[in-house]
């Protein structure tokens, strides 16, 4: 017999769904959410929590997963190598909250960028930073992934940073990362940057940039990517360590006596570096010993790659020698774009600029390396 025709059909469950739409709903979004949900909404069928979520963070579907596997790994990282930055990390941000910084600022922010903050509002103002913590010489550079509200706070329009958000801060330096929030001033919508002042420049919008990334979600996935698989040291107080096992023989300690560096610029030139221990000291390695130092050089191209050995004495057999080989790596500064105010000053003003703007002294290069980036003349920072 035929059912009535106003009686209600059954709840939709998960056992109903067909197969391939419910697979390509849910691959939008991650199962922990999902499970989260469920077990905080028990009395709610899988339709009505698909529902709650997506008129939630659906307008986020081309972003959320992505960004929520990059916070996952970046936990799990910290979690390994720096559980206290864990408890700097801020709850998430809601929409109202997101739409306030849009009414207090006069712009729109991307939804990707939206979207990372409803993972984690940022973290607290604390060292170590989340996106990167190194002492370089007898400088520290420590930057923090800036909440919603602080980058509102820190929002420009003066020249040369026109529309552009803070994105990070280093409390050491007070120098920022910046993403534009329109295109003007020569920059890209969207762009992330260091800011590179020209403190001699007649035009104070005459601001040159580093650019680290093209858009919120290439900056910060990228960041954790090159973090996660150790290319970037992002809590270490030294560049360079060297240990010894602790399950070593005792009669396996030395003592290094020398270093060699073989460099290799973009161009193929190279320049060979050679020199009794390292930063001035001649450290004993022994079991379960770790010794790290920091060291820097420039050369003259933007990118490169570095190798070499140290040389070790035997304290047991000292007049046994034996070098332990140091990998090849490689390095890459960031694009470097010139301000449009700087190019659009007449010929022999831009070579004027240019010599002042090549100034050697400490104060220049201090505040150039603390931020581990080259100078405007294209020469790129190495380590050795």
């Known amino acids: 017999m035929a059912a009535p025709l106003d009686m209600e059909p059954p709840a939709l469950s998960l056992e109903l769904l067909p ?30 929590i698909f529902i709650s979520t997506y008129s939630d963070l659906g307008r986020y579907i081309q972003y959320y997963a992505t960004l929520k596997k990059a916070w996952d790994d970046l936990e799990k990282y910290l979690g390994q190598r720096c559980p206290r930055m864990i408890g700097s990390l801020k709850e998430s941000v809601q929409e109202e909250d997101l739409d306030a910084v849009e009414a207090q600022i006069g712009c729109k922010l991307p939804d990707d960028y939206r979207c990372s903050f409803r993972i984690h509002n940022g973290q607290k103002l604390v060292v ?26 820190g929002f420009q329009q003066r020249l040369g940073l026109k529309q552009c958000l803070p994105l990070t801060f280093c409390i050491h330096t007070g120098l920022s990362q910046y993403m534009a929030l329109e295109s003007v001033e020569g920059r890209n919508k969207y762009e992330i940057f260091y800011q590179c002042p020209d403190q001699m420049a007649r035009n104070p919008s005459a601001i040159d940039m580093f650019i680290t990334g093209t858009s919120y979600l290439e900056w910060f996935t990228s960041y954790v990517n090159k973090v996660v ?4 040291p992002i809590i270490r107080d030294q560049i360079f360590r060297i240990e010894m096992s602790k399950d070593a023989l005792p009669e396996k300690a030395c003592q290094l006596d020398s270093r060699y560096w073989r460099i290799t610029n973009a161009k193929g030139d190279v320049e060979e570096v050679q020199g009794p221990g390292v ?50 790596f490689h390095m890459v500064c960031p694009t470097f774009k010139v301000s449009t105010a700087r190019m659009e000053t007449n010929h022999n003003e831009y070579a004027v600029d240019e010599d002042e703007d090549s100034t050697d002294t400490d104060e220049y290069e201090d505040r150039r390396r603390v931020m581990d980036i080259p100078a405007p003349s294209g020469r790129c920072p190495h380590h050795t």
């Open 19 to 48: 197969t391939d739409p419910l697979l390509l709903i849910l691959s939008f979004l991650d199962y922990r959410d999902l499970m989260s949900e469920e077990k905080s909404q028990r009395n709610q069928s899988w339709k009505a």
């Open 128 to 153: 170590p930073g989340l996106m990167g913590s190194m002492a370089l010489s007898n400088h520290y550079r420590s930057e923090d992934l800036l909440d919603i509200d602080t980058a509102a706070g």
């Open 229 to 232: 698989t150790g290319g970037y």
């Open 279 to 328: 930063v001035g000291e001649f450290p004993i390695i022994s079991p379960g010993r770790v010794y790290e130092y920091t060291s820097c050089t420039t050369f003259s191209t933007t990118s490169g790659y570095m190798e070499g050995y140290y040389t070790f004495h035997c304290l047991y057999y000292k007049e046994k020698f034996f070098n332990v080989t140091i990998p090849r």
